[in-house]
């Protein structure tokens, strides 16, 4: 249920968004659409059970752009009186006038804006004061310093509470805004073991501040993590089958997001160029993408364009159903659009049916990645190389930590060569997936 204050809020951002667009239409454009974002939040870091920082901010913009016959202008102001709306619609206009046309240039097409706006659950206000943030922190910290005597320093813990109003607008009569929460809490410990030392965190996100799991598991996990780490050493060099942790094997998906956006694939910059319909992935492999997922973390009724977002599937059985379009890349390549002006909603993997720690037991000998470092990434060729550290598996139990290791492949074998996905998906991201199999990788090491 949303609070009378923001109520008032999104109608007065709606009424500057209302009067940029009326006066953008007496200028004589041929288009233009406004967005208007307004952000607070509380934000309270910790070291060593001290507070460090206290902060409080509240900011937002109203963006436009004009369109006039092909040619494109846009500015932005952060006053939303009457004159300054009319000035930045001007300024905007003047640029347009100015630019070079592009004939893929425009607004998204009328018929595929946004008509039905479910409630989401996407926001749940709480008055939540400093000194609470600051307790969450200090408990996070605590418990990281009491669960493992090799930890015994916090490199801090952070406790943050925002909320936003977003609301959108075109010259097609789209008119529409929403607001959301997020609540969050992190810890870092460092650890320190015969001369070496080892940091690693843990966190929790959420829309509902009491959706965030408890402050002492998150201290617990970050120093569990760090004294894991503790007494790591290199492998020799070799190949073996490689596991994915849940954090990691978000990131490897992501590298599918840029290779199937719009502006990668017109820029012919995507190791997935003309893939629609071939097998990418095992033919037991599927990625289901769900905007209106009630309270998730990427859920939205429209895209920043205002076109409908929809559930599909990005992979289907292994191969690729869609590409992520907007309504520029779209016309660009000859396509649909498919609503992704913004970024993705809600991907879910599919799954082998096993938890990470059976997939541990199968993967008999291999590795473990639980971090990677670098950009090695080639999205033009695929190619994959990136530094790396994990944990050493034999017989499906794990023998020591690896670290300053490397490792390596082709993402386009890569994904074909995924063996199994855990059941135990982690959803602080758009990308909610458990650990990730792979057959096989190469890794550099002694």
């Not at 977003?166 to 992190?186: A, E, I, P, T």
Request: net charge negative; proline share 2%; hydrophobic share 40%.
């Amino acid at each position: 249920m949303s609070s009378p204050s923001i109520d008032i809020e999104l109608d007065s951002l709606k009424d500057a968004v209302s009067m940029a667009l009326e006066y953008a239409k007496t200028l004589g454009t041929s288009g233009a659409e406004v967005a208007i974002s307004k952000q607070q939040g509380l934000s309270v870091s910790t070291r060593m059970k001290e507070v460090e920082t206290v902060e409080f901010n509240k900011d937002g913009a109203l963006g436009i752009t004009v369109f006039r016959d092909g040619c494109k202008g846009s500015s932005s102001t952060s006053d939303l009186s009457k004159a300054a709306i009319e000035q930045a619609v001007k300024a905007a206009d003047d640029i347009a006038r100015f630019t070079s046309a592009d004939p893929f240039n425009g607004l998204a097409e009328k018929s595929l804006m946004a008509t039905e706006f479910p409630d989401l659950d996407l926001y749940h206000p709480e008055d939540i004061s400093p000194e609470e943030l600051t307790r969450l922190a200090v408990l996070a910290e605590e418990a990281a310093l009491d669960t493992d005597k090799r930890v015994q320093t916090s490199d801090g813990a952070s406790a943050n509470a925002h909320s936003s109003v977003k609301v959108y607008g075109n010259s097609h009569g789209f008119l529409n805004g929403f607001c959301s929460s997020r609540y969050s809490l992190s810890c870092v410990a460092i650890g320190e073991h015969e001369g070496g030392m080892q940091r690693d965190y843990d966190y929790t996100v959420a829309r509902k501040f009491s959706d965030m799991t408890a402050p002492e598991i998150i201290g617990r996990k970050a120093a569990e993590k760090t004294a894991g780490r503790l007494g790591g050493r290199k492998i020799a060099t070799t190949q073996l089958p490689v596991l994915f942790s849940p954090e990691i094997a978000t990131g490897l998906m992501g590298h599918l997001v840029g290779a199937i956006s719009g502006g990668s694939l017109y820029r012919k910059s995507s190791f997935l160029l003309d893939a629609i319909d071939t097998q990418v992935f095992p033919d037991w492999f599927s990625i289901h993408e769900d905007p209106l997922l009630v309270g998730a973390l990427a859920s939205s009724a429209y895209d920043s364009e205002g076109v409908a977002t929809q559930a599909r599937d990005i992979i289907d059985n292994g191969r690729l159903a869609t590409y992520l379009l907007t309504s520029y890349s779209a016309r660009k390549l000859g396509l649909s659009n498919t609503g992704h002006a913004g970024g993705i909603y809600n991907w879910t993997l599919s799954t082998t049916g096993q938890t990470f720690d059976q997939l541990v037991k199968e993967m008999g000998t291999g590795l473990i990645v639980t971090e990677v470092m670098g950009q090695g990434v080639n999205t033009v060729t695929g190619d994959y190389s990136r530094g790396a550290a994990g944990f050493y598996v034999e017989n499906g139990v794990i023998l020591y930590p690896v670290e300053e290791i490397t490792i390596a492949g082709n993402l386009k074998d890569m994904y074909k060569n995924i063996v199994a996905v855990a059941k135990d998906r982690d959803l602080r991201s758009s990308i909610r997936t458990g650990g990730i199999l792979m057959d096989k990788m190469k890794i550099a090491g002694n």
